[in-house]
């Protein structure tokens, strides 16, 4: 009869029985939230050292082990010495499955090492057909042999899982401000104007600096401009930022205090308050310290409210007269969600190309699934200017060559003209094709914003996959300037960086 197809051959088994695959699609966002009551990993003096630093890698398939694997695998954040890890890592999956199949989450979590390769704690495995979409839920970890969980406590994973029936809004607007100036600051102008060189250097060597007297004029300035523009009117970008539904800050003294005074009278703080982000915290090179908390939970507050208190007393004639121990009463008011501050919340190593990438990733996608549309994020210079290389147009999906690839655009684009229109286009090639960049664009990219400065940033979260995701447009609000060093900083007017980041094609 001769040879049958490998179509017929196929056909045949399917008739018969022995073959039902039909695909079905799926779009889902999981959250991980957090784990309770991780046991001991490691052997050591101190009992906080003995907790594991753990992470969790999460990924979809078609069984209860995870043998079947039908999606790439997503990884959360490690967090030190943690019993009680709190993640909020949001991943979106897409893809196909077999229908006839049934579709798993699998959590598997470890204890990160430097050292040596990471430790199994323990996994979960939950079946997505039967979850409420959206509901959180709380799972038992089972726990890798051998490993003894804590008495009297259990061992729990808190978990999110949306369905495609969860939208939310693909274009956001995102308004960075930079903490005011910080003792660390201070210091360095110490040491760079050779005014009290051992004086800069011990202040420089302390952690979690909080803002100094400028630092807090700074900030009530601020809060002074944004209220000056809405009492004005006309401006869309304003009416935004006064009606913003999320207000997040980095847990680092400085960047509350800046938030707190910067914000105060805000409808959302007054009404919600500002949520602490860890991931929002500054970018730690290898000899700052200023990057390292010093408190956790509700100490970072109290700490907070000394720092003010402190500064204020200390303040000479003709220093903070804007400020008083009733206004700081009543600046810290607001109530602070402390989220995923509650232990050890910050990384006491420098931070290498893989984990700025990793932390920024983290982020955005945090951001991105959030059901607000318009956020405040209150945090550093560093943190501010490497999300602004990662999507200003666009191409980052998370890895160090991504970011490397913008850095190197960066480093061979023509210097910038600081008396260019601020609207002059530029045109400069990006790892996602040629893009039409302006003066502004480039300098975000260069330069670090000022002190107390606010950035209006456009997003367009269309697309599944995180190098779709870009900034758009972007502006300096209420006067705000970048801090670029022996040029003139220019302020920004109401239409300035209006249309600063747009794609060849709309030109």
């Known amino acids: 009869a001769g040879r049958k197809s490998q179509e017929e051959i196929q056909k045949i088994i399917a008739k018969d029985g022995f073959l039902e695959h039909k695909s079905a699609t799926f779009q889902i966002v999981v959250n991980l939230i957090k784990?309770?009551?991780?046991?001991?990993?490691?052997?050591?003096?101190?009992?906080?050292?003995?907790?594991?630093?753990?992470?969790?890698?999460?990924?979809?398939?078609?069984?209860?082990?995870?043998?079947k694997r039908i999606t790439e695998i997503h990884k959360t954040l490690y967090r030190v010495n943690g019993r009680n890890p709190?993640?909020?890592?949001?991943?979106?999956?897409?893809?196909?499955?077999?229908?006839?199949?049934?579709?798993?989450?699998?959590?598997?979590?470890?204890?990160?090492?430097?050292?040596?390769?990471?430790?199994?704690?323990?996994?979960?495995?939950?079946?997505?057909?039967?979850?409420?979409?959206?509901?959180m839920e709380t799972y038992p970890i089972v726990l890798k042999k051998g490993i003894k969980k804590l008495k009297d406590t259990g061992?729990?994973?808190?978990?999110?899982?949306?369905?495609?029936?969860?939208?939310?809004?693909?274009?956001?607007?995102?308004?960075?401000?930079?903490?005011?100036?910080?003792?660390?600051?201070?210091?360095?102008?110490?040491?760079?104007?050779?005014?009290?060189?051992?004086?800069?250097?011990?202040?420089?060597?302390?952690?979690?600096?909080?803002l100094n007297h400028i630092g807090i004029s700074q900030a009530l300035d601020l809060n002074k401009r944004y209220k000056k523009a809405a009492a004005e009117g006309g401006d869309e970008d304003v009416e935004k930022f006064i009606k913003a539904q999320l207000v997040l800050a980095s847990p680092l003294t400085r960047a509350l205090?800046?938030?707190?005074?910067?914000?105060?009278?805000?409808?959302?703080?007054?009404?919600?308050?500002?949520?602490?982000?860890?991931?929002?915290?500054?970018?730690?090179?290898?000899?700052?310290?200023?990057?390292?908390?010093?408190?956790?939970?509700?100490?970072?507050?109290?700490?907070?409210?000394?720092?003010?208190?402190?500064?204020?007393?200390?303040?000479?004639?003709?220093?903070?007269?804007?400020?008083?121990?009733?206004?700081?009463?009543?600046?810290?008011?607001?109530?602070?969600?402390?989220?995923?501050?509650?232990?050890?919340?910050?990384?006491?190593?420098?931070?290498?190309?893989?984990?700025?990438?990793?932390?920024?990733?983290?982020?955005?996608?945090?951001?991105?699934?959030?059901?607000?549309?318009?956020?405040?994020?209150?945090?550093?210079?560093?943190?501010?200017?490497?999300?602004?290389?990662?999507?200003?147009?666009?191409?980052?999906?998370?890895?160090?060559?991504?970011?490397?690839?913008?850095?190197?655009?960066?480093r061979d684009s023509k210097k910038t003209d600081s008396k260019k229109d601020i609207e002059g286009q530029e045109k400069m090639p990006l790892s996602t094709g040629e893009f039409s960049v302006s003066d502004l664009a480039i300098n975000l990219m260069k330069h670090k914003m000022g002190n107390a400065a606010c950035l209006r940033a456009n997003f367009d979260f269309a697309g599944t996959e995180v190098k779709g995701w870009k900034i758009e447009n972007a502006k300096l609000m209420f006067g705000s300037e970048l801090h670029i060093p022996h040029t003139k900083q220019r302020k920004s007017s109401s239409t300035e960086g209006m249309a600063a980041i747009q794609p060849m094609s709309s030109m």
């Open 155 to 210: 061992c729990t994973l808190d978990v999110q899982i949306f369905k495609e029936d969860v939208k939310w809004p693909t274009k956001k607007t995102i308004f960075f401000i930079r903490h005011g100036e910080s003792k660390w600051n201070e210091a360095e102008q110490k040491i760079k104007n050779k005014g009290n060189v051992l004086e800069g250097v011990k202040t420089m060597a302390s952690r979690d600096h909080p």
């Open 257 to 410: 205090q800046t938030c707190l005074i910067g914000l105060e009278g805000h409808e959302r703080m007054s009404t919600d308050g500002v949520r602490l982000v860890s991931t929002l915290r500054e970018v730690k090179n290898k000899i700052g310290w200023d990057a390292l908390g010093k408190e956790t939970g509700d100490k970072i507050p109290e700490r907070v409210r000394e720092c003010l208190v402190r500064e204020y007393e200390n303040a000479h004639s003709g220093q903070l007269q804007d400020l008083s121990l009733e206004k700081i009463e009543k600046v810290l008011g607001p109530k602070i969600s402390l989220n995923d501050t509650l232990e050890h919340w910050w990384d006491p190593d420098w931070d290498t190309s893989k984990e700025i990438c990793e932390r920024i990733y983290d982020l955005i996608n945090y951001l991105r699934f959030s059901p607000e549309s318009t956020i405040i994020c209150v945090g550093h210079s560093l943190m501010f200017r490497e999300i602004c290389r990662a999507f200003i147009g666009g191409g980052f999906d998370g890895t160090v060559k991504a970011r490397l690839s913008k850095r190197n655009v960066l």
């Open 35 to 67: 784990a309770r009551g991780l046991p001991n990993m490691d052997h050591a003096i101190k009992e906080q050292d003995r907790r594991p630093d753990a992470y969790a890698k999460f990924f979809l398939a078609e069984d209860q082990q995870g043998h």
């Open 86 to 135: 709190v993640w909020n890592s949001h991943r979106m999956f897409t893809g196909k499955h077999n229908s006839a199949a049934e579709l798993f989450l699998i959590v598997r979590l470890y204890d990160f090492d430097k050292l040596k390769s990471d430790d199994s704690i323990g996994e979960v495995s939950i079946e997505v057909s039967e979850y409420e979409s959206g509901k």
